[in-house]
């Protein structure tokens, strides 16, 4: 009998995180009430997230929702971005680090893992490192066990790939 699979992942797209970070840099410098401010944005270190720069708190949430905005507009989940980091003030200067998240962590797989066994029995989940490997007999069980996980709200985007 054959078997179907697909890999269940949780990542960001670096090349589309680089044009929302040009497209941020570039509305920044356009918008008037950001004139003659330290407004801005960096990369962290290895491009594995962006600091937002602001004379204030207010202005680093501005550059937030512009930054959300760019992500939207080019089709990519604001979930990527951890916000659980607090703005630092200091010198008239606000900064905040916004890291991408990558990944799955253990939790996170088994949370999914056990969703598809109680809500989608016929298919068979495997947690295989920072990925979930999802087989079935069928693949009309598969794409069902798609539309549960894109049904519900985690709090980290999820692609699924390899369907095979």
């Known amino acids: 009998m054959p078997s179907f699979s697909f890999d269940i992942t949780s990542d960001y ?4 995180m680089n044009n929302v970070f040009i497209q ?8 008037y009430d950001f004139k003659g401010t330290p407004a801005g944005i960096e990369w962290l270190k290895d491009k594995t997230g962006i600091k937002l720069i602001g004379e204030n708190e207010w202005q680093c949430d501005a550059v937030l929702d512009i930054l959300r905005k760019k992500l939207a507009a080019r089709e ?4 990527v971005l951890d916000l659980s980091r607090e703005p630092v003030v200091q010198n008239l200067k606000c900064t905040r680090d916004v890291v991408f998240k ?6 996170d797989a088994k949370m999914i893992a056990s969703k598809l066994r109680s809500e989608a029995p016929k298919v068979k989940a495997q947690i295989q490192g ?3 490997r999802v087989t079935s007999s069928s693949k009309d069980n598969l794409q069902n066990a798609i539309r549960l996980l894109q049904a519900t709200e985690f709090e980290f985007p999820l692609q ?3 369907f095979r």
Do not use: M, P, Y
């Open 76 to 79: 990519q989940s604001s979930k």
């Open 13 to 16: 797209n670096k090349a589309e």
């Open 160 to 162: 699924f790939g390899n």
């Open 102 to 107: 990558s990944g799955l962590k253990q939790d």
């Open 130 to 132: 920072e990925e979930i």
């Open 24 to 31: 941020t840099e570039k509305e920044i410098s356009n918008r």
